[in-house]
């Protein structure tokens, strides 16, 4: 019977409200075999902690402070964005992983992370079979956008969903309530960037024709700016009100992001991002309604608050 | 004994979580004491229900729906800004006032709101009188900046405090979590034109030295770019990172408000709103440092899910 192996678990990537109990699982798991596996190390900062040596021993930390991570957003060992390219390219660093693995009597490797990380995580296992020290990789699914391959629901996403699908009928409400004196256009901007899946969530608010979103826009659909005023126009006429659910990624037929559109501070500065500015300005100078935009930004991926039981 | 009277119950400006539970409580209790106390009527839109006699009469609705505005945020009557001005100036306003009531036989008047409304609470109760048709006013308070002279913690803002708190954490944990390689500079905007009480909420969220926010920037407290970048800077390099919660109304020592410093879109429109974006841009342009920021807007006060136990 071989020696009994350490584990080694880092977290990728932008961090979500439930990656942590992503980890407390591993943990938990591992300690509850004692027999089969040893001390789990995380990297600090993520696959960097390994490149670095910088490594966390987890059997340090209490049963209580380990069972904690399940309910607290964001990555607690630390998460980098840090793409190891292919071997041939990056030959050092799986070198120097392997080495470090080998170092810490590393035989499992969890990496908590998107579709690059698990690609990582495949190259990292044929890699050390190569070197003659196999390790065995697991990787584990975590994004917001949805976006793994072959994954239906990824852990991560359906948190987002919720918080975007409540936030965006308890604002409607609001709007609503008021709209025959005042906002009568709102928009929220949520993640995704080349996804559209958590503004798709935001549809879950509506529950009758009428209801809130009305309008949801997508990476993945060109955006067309005369539709989308017509819609808008549309929607208050009909409805009073209309609210407008956008992906950060929204964008035109030739690919240029909405939120790159040029706008320039006092001194004529590029300002960045916002998508929902843009929009609010668009429909302001189009047909003069009144508006209140939100950009939900990290508040949407680390509400741990109200995160799904399809995650947690 | 007098013969029983009806009430009669209006919503007045922006909105909150919990403005619905404090209509719930008038209808309920109004129904508790039939004796005393004929229908509830409430406004159609506010107090524009009453000048245009679009009165709702609640006692149509069940048990059930109105025990369910406890937890339905926004304004279920419908809500408006609409400012009675002196008696003196709007005479015809007031006439109108009494003579709907009179006709629908009101005896009573809720009317739930801010500083403005509690003023015209009390203007109706005296020109009631003069008009020797006397009705009893009450008002409610409402706000969630916090504001109202008298009252100490106004139904409304502990829910948003406690939202911007959590939020405020949430948040905080993420940034630290990816700080090392990539965002380091957070920005909150949170609502509060005239009054800081709601960014001073998002204090709660720290527990010791170090912890978010690390910068809260008032509406009362003069801005001052400086002062404020060498902060930024001294934050990142002690911490790591640096979360900003700032008021909407942050604004120089001259009254100007930050989110008017002049940003223009790409055909030179002035582009309105979003002090949160300004400041991201400073620090960005000033110390180079990656940022995000997140606009809450109607979101804070609209979270029913997360209100607090100090409201409802």
């Given amino acids: 019977m071989p020696a009994k192996k350490n584990a080694f678990y880092a977290q990728s990537g932008g961090v979500t409200s439930v990656i942590n109990a992503s980890a407390c699982g591993v943990i938990e798991t591992a300690r509850r075999h004692k027999q089969q596996i040893g001390k789990v190390f ?4 993520g696959i960097i902690g390994a490149l670095q040596e910088e490594l966390i021993d987890t059997s340090k930390e209490s049963t209580k402070a380990i ?3 399940r309910h607290t957003p964001s990555g607690a060992f630390g998460s980098c964005r840090y793409k190891l390219k292919g071997i041939e390219e990056n030959l050092a660093e799986y070198k120097r992983l392997v080495e470090v693995f080998k170092a810490h009597d590393i035989g499992y490797f969890f990496y908590n992370g998107g579709g690059d990380s698990q690609d990582t995580t495949n190259k ?8 003659g020290y196999p390790i065995q990789c697991i990787g584990i699914p975590k994004t917001v956008d949805n976006d793994l391959p072959i994954t239906d629901n990824c852990p991560g996403f359906g948190s987002v969903a919720k918080y975007v699908a409540v936030s965006t009928r308890e604002a409607a409400f609001d709007v609503a309530s008021m709209c025959a004196t005042s906002t009568k256009v709102f928009v929220l901007e949520v ?3 080349h996804a559209g899946w958590i503004a798709a969530a935001s549809a879950l608010a509506a529950e009758k024709e009428g ?3 009305h309008i949801i826009l997508f990476p993945e659909i060109a955006f067309n700016r005369d539709k989308f005023l017509r819609k808008v126009d549309s929607c208050v006429k009909k409805y009073g009100y209309c609210v407008i659910v956008a992906s950060e990624g929204a964008q035109t037929a030739d690919g240029k992001f909405l939120s790159d559109a040029g706008s320039r501070d006092a001194f004529g500065h590029v300002q960045l991002g916002g998508v929902a500015p843009v929009l609010a300005n668009m429909v302001k100078d189009a047909l003069g309604y009144k508006y209140h935009w939100a950009v939900a930004d990290y508040l949407q991926r680390a509400a741990r608050h109200i995160a799904s039981k399809t995650d947690v």
């Fill in 211 to 213: 209801d809130a979103p």
């Fill in 42 to 45: 995380a990297g600090n900062n």
């Fill in 67 to 69: 069972a904690a991570l």
């Fill in 191 to 193: 993640m995704g960037r």
């Fill in 124 to 131: 990292v296992a044929e890699f050390s079979q190569q070197q």
